[in-house]
């Protein structure tokens, strides 16, 4: 049940529950963002987000949602009318690919069905025929249809098959959650938002960003001001963010990200991978058709499910009388599918206790 009264617990796939303990620290006193304590706290959140997006290049974050991190690989990493090709198969690669259009490059997408991860032949095909791209964009866990990328194998053929295109990564709703190995699978850029596997309230982006990643970008003109990785990324290294980011989520920032290394990043993916088991366990238990087909495929911190028959506005009722959300569908498929999302701190016997009140 919920720790604080008529709060029901977040079993949403962002943002997700944030706990009495992280949300003890932002009640705290406010210091300056100038000020030597914190000038060492921001130091410190970068080096600790190195292990965090498994790199030894570039950490950083920035006070925004991450769609603004998505609009600033392009304005950073894409010359001007460049080409970017996007792997889509749900709303938030979409969604990238209108915000390329609105900066003024080229996007090209690469369609997979929705419900359905990319197919690495299919982009092997693309990169063989089409003209090469500046960059190819990744969303690592499509958080409308809950499927989880095969990044490991489209980055490699990337690099094989354009090894000139920078591979840039959404993980918005993997980073912490599943596994993700930057430096080993030659990412160029990786973003999330706190709101979603951090377990911390919407309002930071952190981000890792290669080093090929960052001589391309000081070859791009006009990258704007705050997101300017060439100025941020340094600045923020140093501890000193170009203008004032939000203080008390720095400093549960910090905290979550020593939690996690008790916890140990490779505990917290399987963690996460046992509610995605238990959750479709359940759902099988019941007749309820996966949305995604490919078992391989499927998210481990947000699984997704056809309505099968049932009313998904009475089953979230249900779940919010008993002090539980859940996600009724996102855009069009509302109503027709519904989300859970196991994410964060959250754990196996709580979601237990979750999908227990939903039918
Ligand atoms: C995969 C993915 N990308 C991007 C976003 C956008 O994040 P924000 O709302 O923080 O801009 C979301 C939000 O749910 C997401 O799930």
Redesign the pocket.
Known sequence: MADHPDHPVLFL??PTEVDAELRQIMATPLVGHRSAGFVACVQDVCKRLQPLFATRAHAAFETC????L?EAAIRNLVPHGGLTLHLSGGA?AE?WAKISGYCGRQPESLLSTWGSPSDPDALVARLKHGPHPAAVMI?H????TGVLQPLQQLAAVVHEHAPQALVIV?A??SLAGAELQFDAWGIDLAFA?T??CLALP?GL?VYALSERAMQEAAKVTDRGFLLDFVRAVPDTVAGKPLATPCVPLVLALQHQLRRIEQEGLAARWQRHRAMRDATHAFAASHQIAPYVSNAAARSMTVSCFHASGRDVKQMAERASAAGYKIDQGYGDLKGKTFRIGHMGDHTVARLQQCLATLL
């Not at 949602?65 to 603004?68: E, F, G, L, M, R």
């Open positions: 796939p962002g949602p991450a769609t603004a998505m938030f969604r969303t866990n499509e958080t409308s959404d918005v709703t938002g709101q979603k919407p982006t």
